[in-house]
């Protein structure tokens, strides 16, 4: 069973930078393409990022310019580097393969980011 593993999170000011790194126990890491979510207090779980295996990029119009995904596919580790960072980003993030349709794993524990105005 794959368990994705994020950390990385905490407690930062308005306009600080975060970085999140999500370890994923799969020997064929590198075939998948993954995505970083988050979920805020009382809203559904929403897309934030996402990489191809190929590197491709996508990034939800609320973060394009502050957050960036990236991989490494030898540590079989996907990042989010998340600057600029606002209130509004609060919430629980967690990392997943992504699927034509949902995600291809059970959601881990996720890591907080709570910023402070």
């Known amino acids: 069973q794959v368990q994705p593993v994020e950390s990385g999170g905490g407690f930062v000011q308005a306009v600080g930078s975060l970085r999140l790194p999500c370890a994923v126990s799969?020997?064929?890491?590198?075939?998948?393409?993954m995505g970083w979510y988050r979920q805020a207090p009382g809203e559904q779980r929403e897309s934030v990022a996402t990489?191809?295996?190929?590197?491709?990029?996508n990034y939800a119009d609320s973060v394009k310019g502050r957050f960036t995904i990236s991989r490494d596919n030898m540590k079989n580790t996907v990042y989010l580097e998340m600057n600029s960072l606002k209130p509004e980003d609060t919430g629980v993030y967690y990392c997943?393969?992504?699927?034509?349709?949902?995600?291809?794993?059970?959601w881990g524990q996720g890591t907080q980011v709570t910023v402070s105005s």
């Open positions: 997943n393969g992504v699927a034509t349709s949902g995600v291809l794993w059970a």
């Open positions: 990489i191809s295996r190929l590197a491709n990029r």
């Open positions: 799969t020997s064929i890491f590198r075939l998948y393409d």
